[in-house]
């Protein structure tokens, strides 16, 4: 069953601008983390941000997290065309089981 | 190495054919994964192994059935596949599991079509 909702479920930009995906979720987590997928191929984890941190970076990537609202977002700054990818955020659940569930994802699109 | 590898890379096979995907990895995780992806959909989780037993079986089709022959080892055994189990499947593999940190690491695929 999927917990994560993403949106947009679509995202069209320039090279140079940034790009904000947003998340939500249903029950508690321990961590919330952040894949991309170029199409047809593996994921890549991005990001890992634990419930009791409130916001992370990593180089251009920055996730914040909030839990009393059940939501997270990822910011791509001065994106690339290489960003051109589909983002999901991934949820566990709350007392270590070791499965994620995955949201439906973000298409995004970084036109040069 | 801080690769997970899967082999084939494509596969194309009839309803009545026996069939195996493999995946290896060799980071020293303990917890590896099955998910099945359909095109323009996130990853679902078929199964999960923990130190080398299954510890999550998603409900999953008995035509599909996996295996761990050891640690660094993930089979999944196809037979009497229908079309629409068409679909890319990924293994993953994540450090012991219980943990905070379950960041996984996920192979290319495997692009399976069912004709």
């Known amino acids: 069953s999927q917990q994560g909702e993403e949106d947009p479920q679509a995202l069209s930009i320039q090279e140079g601008e940034n790009a904000t995906m947003n998340c939500s979720y249903k029950t508690s987590i321990n961590n919330l983390q952040w894949y991309r997928q170029n199409s047809g191929r593996g994921l890549v984890h991005l990001i890992l941000?634990?419930?009791?941190?409130r916001e992370k970076h990593s180089g251009r990537l920055r996730v914040t997290l909030d839990t009393s609202k059940k939501s997270s977002s990822l910011l791509i700054t001065a994106s690339r065309a290489a960003d051109t990818a589909s983002y999901f955020c991934?949820?566990?659940?709350?007392?270590?089981?070791?499965?994620?569930?995955f949201g439906k994802g973000t298409k995004l699109t970084v036109n040069p | 190495d801080t690769e997970v590898t899967q082999t084939p890379k494509h596969l194309v096979m009839g309803m009545t054919n026996k069939k195996s995907l493999k995946c290896e990895q060799h980071m020293g995780h303990r917890a590896m994964y099955w998910y099945k992806q359909k095109a323009k959909k996130p990853p679902e989780l078929m199964f999960v192994?923990?130190?080398?037993?299954?510890?999550i079986n998603e409900s999953v089709p008995s035509r599909f059935s996996p295996e761990c022959p050891n640690s660094s080892l993930l089979n999944l055994h196809l037979h009497a596949l229908q079309p629409e189990d068409s679909a890319l499947y990924l293994c993953?593999?994540?450090?012991?599991?219980?943990?905070?940190?379950?960041?996984?690491?996920f192979g290319p695929g495997t692009r399976l079509t069912v004709l």
């Open positions: 941000i634990r419930s009791n941190e």
């Open positions: 991934a949820t566990d659940v709350e007392g270590g089981s070791e499965k994620l569930v």
């Open positions: 192994y923990s130190y080398e037993k299954l510890s």
């Open positions: 993953a593999s994540s450090r012991p599991p219980g943990g905070p940190y379950n960041e996984q690491f």
